[in-house]
Nanobody, 123 residues
Framework: QVQLVESGGGLVQPGGSLKLSCEVS????????MGWYRQAPGKQRELVAR???????DYADSVKGRFTISRDNAKNTVYLQMNSLKPEDTAVYYC?????????????????WGQGTQVTVFS
């Protein structure tokens, strides 16, 4: 069974930075496209960044130029470096393996989500 363990969230002021990590077990990580999702209160979960097995990346327009997704296959871990954070980035962040692209309804490979990590950007 695949397990996803997200970490690295916290409280930060606008303009600040955080780096999220997601450790994946129970699958051959290097063969999976991975993505970072977020869910703000009262909103649907959305895919904000994805990285392919060869390292190609894609971002939602709302985070492009501020967030960077990366992966370390030796550590079975996917990262999300978040810079220039804004209050609207406040959400619980999750990782999973996307079956859909950014902007489409969320479809995921791994049926169980991790616990997520809370990111709060406050003035």
């Amino acid at each position: 069974q695949v397990q996803l363990v997200e970490s690295g969230g916290g409280l930060v002021q606008p303009g600040g930075s955080l780096k999220l990590s997601c450790e994946v077990s129970g699958t051959i990580f290097s063969r999976e496209t991975m993505g970072w999702y977020r869910q703000a209160p009262g909103k649907q979960r959305e895919l904000v960044a994805r990285i392919g097995t060869a390292g190609t990346t894609d971002y939602a327009d709302s985070v492009k130029g501020r967030f960077t997704i990366s992966r370390d296959n030796a550590k079975n871990t996917v990262y999300l470096q978040m810079n220039s954070l804004k209050p609207e980035d406040t959400a619980v962040y999750y990782c999973n393996a996307p079956l859909s692209v950014i902007g489409q309804p969320v479809r995921i490979l791994f049926p169980s989500w991790g616990q997520g990590t809370q990111v709060t950007v406050f003035s």
